[in-house]
């Protein structure tokens, strides 16, 4: 069986990648760090079939001890600070792992094993005030938050390595996407995880900043399956991986409501907290070469996917469990 290492094993993406190597016969390794906080909840229905093992991006001795022992043939880098708005108050942080992070797995694999296939997780965030709508593979990068810009960083590194050692490494270039297992600091979660509250009389109102912008959504569970793809290719390259349609803030909140009948205007508050210093207004991506070169296609619609979180925010509420 082949070997697969995902870093932030424990993370939305993390976990769905998880159980989709696993079907596929993998064995998974999933490196978390050390912390005084264990969360292994998105994990506790496939803990017991997968190796997780202690690493962390900031400690590269760490990572070559690792790749050595396991010997992955596949590597997927899903670990980071992934939370733009945390981006600000911890710029320093942000651009230790979610960029110089990247530079320390990919030089690992280059000490250990260079033919290991590398996955690095980009984002949509690195296109920030976008120069071409819908945003592409070509489409020139323009930051709007160091997260975004630290994303840049890793993604230009891997390509960097790819072309320098002839390494199979690969940048994943996602959109936004979701899922019941979404960390509730992303408005997405925070927006399904405050209706159901509503509609259990646990809460009263919900505040956000800006609800016109707009966003590329889809689901977490379709967006996996191409970053196996990607590392199945015979030739490394870089894809965006989009549902080509974009939505409004505003779209989220009326389905979401919408979906225990009630109206959002009566319960929304907009609060110039939540409002970004930079804001990225609009991203949508266009998913031609994923589709043409590798077959891929998103499953779940926009609303499917807003009904499926806000119908698990309803039964994790009603069932007392505590939310991830």
């Given at each position: 069986m082949p070997t697969a290492l995902i870093t932030g094993i424990t993370g939305q993406d993390g976990s769905y990648l998880a159980e989709f190597l696993l079907e596929k016969g993998y064995t998974v390794i999933g490196m978390v760090r050390r912390t005084s906080t264990v969360n292994f909840h998105r994990l506790e229905h496939i803990q017991d079939k997968v190796t997780l093992v202690p690493g962390d991006l900031g400690d590269q001795v760490s990572l070559i001890h690792l790749l050595e022992e396991h010997k992955p043939e596949e590597v997927y880098n899903l670990a980071a600070q992934s939370f733009v708005q945390t981006s600000w108050n911890q710029p320093v942080f942000t651009g230790d792992v979610t960029a110089l992070?990247?530079?320390?797995?990919?030089?690992?694999?280059?000490?250990?094993?260079?033919?290991?296939?590398?996955?690095?997780?980009?984002?949509?965030?690195?296109?920030?005030?976008?120069?071409?709508?819908?945003?592409?593979?070509?489409?020139p990068l323009y930051p709007r938050s160091p997260y975004g810009v630290a994303k840049v960083y890793g993604h230009w590194i891997t390509i960097n390595y790819r072309e320098s050692y002839n390494m199979h490494a690969t940048s994943g270039i996602l959109f936004n996407h979701e899922s019941p297992r979404r960390g509730l600091e992303f408005v997405t979660r925070k927006i399904t995880h405050h209706v159901a509250q509503i509609k259990l009389g646990l809460a009263r109102e919900l505040r956000l900043g800006n609800l016109d912008a707009r966003r590329d959504w889809g689901f977490a569970g379709d967006y996996v399956k191409a970053m196996w793809l990607m590392l199945q290719q015979e030739s490394p390259d870089d894809y965006v991986v989009a549902t080509g349609e974009t939505h409004s803030v505003e779209e989220f909140l009326e389905l979401a409501f919408g979906a225990v009948n009630l109206d959002w205007h009566d319960y929304v508050v907009q609060d110039p907290r939540f409002m970004r210093p930079a804001e990225v207004d609009l991203l949508v991506g266009d998913p031609a070469k994923a589709g043409q070169k590798m077959g891929w296609a998103p499953v779940v619609s926009f609303p499917e996917l807003v009904q499926m979180m806000v119908a698990a925010d309803m039964k994790l509420l009603q069932e007392g469990r505590t939310p991830m």
């Open positions: 992070g990247v530079t320390r797995m990919l030089d690992a694999i280059r000490i250990v094993d260079p033919k290991i296939r590398f996955y690095q997780a980009s984002s949509s965030e690195m296109f920030g005030k976008v120069c071409e709508v819908p945003q592409r593979e070509t489409t």
